[in-house]
């Protein structure tokens, strides 16, 4: 539990993407974080392909990195690109934004350290629990509702990005990526406010 912990509280960074979107605006924001994303891109290569720089980096990191991390791209490229994409699926509108990266920051962590702490009940067949899920909707919605959606609107795209959730984090899909273009995309097509 304590390593899921420190593993949520660092997601929380996502929320500079939020606040690097408020302080900037649109669309330099959206410059800046494709030069984020290319820079961490590179790094992340290279700590897969030059064995120096996988071990300072997992030296830094390693309690936070999951196994199946250390052999693929880790969390931040998807995290980043999931937040890029939903700023420009927004175009710029500042309450699909917050709400998108919102729901990633504090829906995946209330869905994790809820699904570890209570989770009892499995739902299809994987690792991720009926309480787990409904904690991270909640914290969605609350979310949707904090950055002025309509409640309908809030709770599609909570349940979007629940859905994201609970799906099984693979070597090609990562719920970081998904969750937040799943909410924006919603919210865009409710024209949520």
Not at 98 to 109: E, K, N, S
Not at 130 to 139: C, I, N, Q, V, Y
Request: aromatic share 8%.
């Amino acid at each position: 539990m304590r390593r899921e912990f420190g593993r949520k509280a660092f997601h929380m960074l996502a929320l500079g993407y939020w606040g690097a979107f408020v302080l900037l605006g649109w669309p330099r924001v959206g410059w800046c974080m494709a030069a984020w994303l290319v820079a961490v891109s590179a790094i992340e290569t290279a700590r897969l392909k030059v064995p120096v720089i996988e071990r300072f980096l997992v030296g830094l990191f390693g309690g936070l990195m999951r196994e199946t991390e250390r052999r693929h791209y880790s969390g931040i490229i998807h995290t980043t690109s999931g937040s890029l994409a939903a700023m420009l699926i927004a175009a710029g509108d500042p309450a699909i934004v917050g709400t998108a990266i919102g729901q990633l920051a504090f829906g995946d962590a209330a869905a994790a350290l809820a699904g570890k702490a209570f989770g009892r009940t499995k739902i299809l067949g994987g690792k991720k629990s009926l309480e787990g899920t409904l904690a991270g909707l909640a914290a969605g919605y609350a979310v949707a509702l904090a950055c002025g959606m309509l409640p309908g609107a809030a709770l599609a795209s909570a349940l979007a990005a629940s859905a994201v959730e609970l799906m099984p984090t693979t070597g090609w899909f990562n719920d970081n990526l998904w969750m937040p273009v799943a909410s924006a995309c919603v919210l865009r097509l409710l024209g949520a406010r």
